[in-house]
């Protein structure tokens, strides 16, 4: 009796390493598949995605910090004083050291639209808080002769980190 009850635990214990085993097996085959499939920009999809084409100006989506959408909408309209009002004390301070200005700005964003370079898409990814503020994420999308590093190509793929303070204004952009 004994010799049966052993019998029949090591077959379902066999059964069931068996049975782990090939959805292991399916769950590495099919996370190699989404990997691959990632690197190659097979996939569809975006976290949190919104889209403002050319003739439009950008709108916030939910969940997204208002300085930074108002700053983006002053590059799509070329408004260097947009921008710039959406920097904390802090963010110009370190941008004025650096030699950048508001009149730099708008000189850059002129040469931008003279070359017809637009904000195609816009891409809010997400956020991560940090001690005292966060950082943001995005993807923009811009199209025109200077958008791109590549001759051949017209559109370019460009990330943005902002890191915001605890008032919410723009510290930083990378």
């Known amino acids: 009796m004994l010799g049966r009850v052993m019998r029949r635990a090591a077959v379902r214990v066999v059964a069931s ?3 782990r085993a090939r959805l292991v097996g399916f769950l590495v085959v099919a996370g190699g598949g989404l990997l691959i499939a990632s690197a190659l920009n097979l996939l569809p999809f975006n976290v949190v995605a919104t889209s403002a084409p050319a003739s439009e100006t950008y709108r916030q989506v939910d969940g997204e910090p208002a300085a930074i959408a108002s700053y983006i ?13 959406n920097y904390s004390d802090r963010g110009a301070r370190l941008l004025l050291r650096r030699g950048f200005t508001i009149q730099e700005t708008q000189l850059q964003l002129d040469r931008a639209r003279e070359s017809e370079e637009r904000i195609l898409q816009v891409d809010y990814v997400g956020n991560r808080p940090i001690p005292n503020g966060s950082l ?25 980190v902002f890191t915001l303070d605890a008032q919410g204004k723009i510290d930083r952009t990378e």
């Open 73 to 85: 909408k002053g590059m799509q309209l070329g408004d260097a004083r947009l921008m710039w009002e």
């Open 17 to 19: 390493v068996v049975r």
């Open 136 to 160: 943001h994420f995005y993807v923009i999308v811009r199209s025109g002769p200077g958008a791109s590093r590549f001759p051949m190509q017209d559109v370019a793929y460009t990330p943005y």
